[in-house]
């Protein structure tokens, strides 16, 4: 993976570190591909994100992006609703396949995310990104 290819998880509007407030499903890293969804949040800015990664070293050069990152708008208050919501012990295990982690898993998927550019002078412009709010069905957190 090179240099342009490590993910970043710093804040889209004031470039900081941001906390990983629940991670929720991850495959790799591994040399040619690694994706991953979580929940972050930026304390200096009172907003949160969920964050999708995909690096793809195999497609077909032309056809796709190797790397896309989505991400729409969570925001503080429903930050707060996620973390006392999220019945699973294990919040930042990106590796963990309770009923809790898939709910989080399948409606991230289904959340409207908005595609950020990754090259070019508007990388991850945080530009006209949808927001997602946290439910809860069944005692179970879910973006919707
Ligand atoms: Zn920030
Ligand atoms: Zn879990």
């Not at 591994?30 to 929940?39: A, L």
């Not at 032309?62 to 790397?67: H, R």
């Not at 729409?72 to 982690?101: I, K, T, W």
Request: proline fraction near 4%; charge should be negative.
């Amino acid at each position: 993976m090179s240099l342009r290819h490590v993910p970043s998880d710093n804040c889209l509007i004031c470039q900081g570190e941001q906390e990983v407030v629940i991670g929720i499903h991850e495959r790799g890293p591994h040399e040619r591909m690694h994706d991953y969804k979580r929940v972050l949040f930026c304390a200096a800015c009172d907003i949160g994100e969920l964050r999708a990664f995909s690096y793809d070293d195999f497609v077909v050069f032309g056809e796709e992006e190797d790397v896309m990152v989505w991400s729409a708008v969570v925001g503080a208050e429903d930050v707060e609703r996620l973390r006392s919501l999220f019945a699973c012990l294990a919040p930042l295990n990106h590796q963990c396949g309770c009923a809790q982690h898939v709910r989080a898993y399948d409606t991230s998927i289904r959340a409207a995310k908005t595609l950020l550019p990754e090259y070019g002078p508007d990388r991850h412009s945080p530009a006209g990104r949808t927001t997602v709010s946290i439910g809860v069905t069944d005692g179970l957190a879910e973006f919707c």
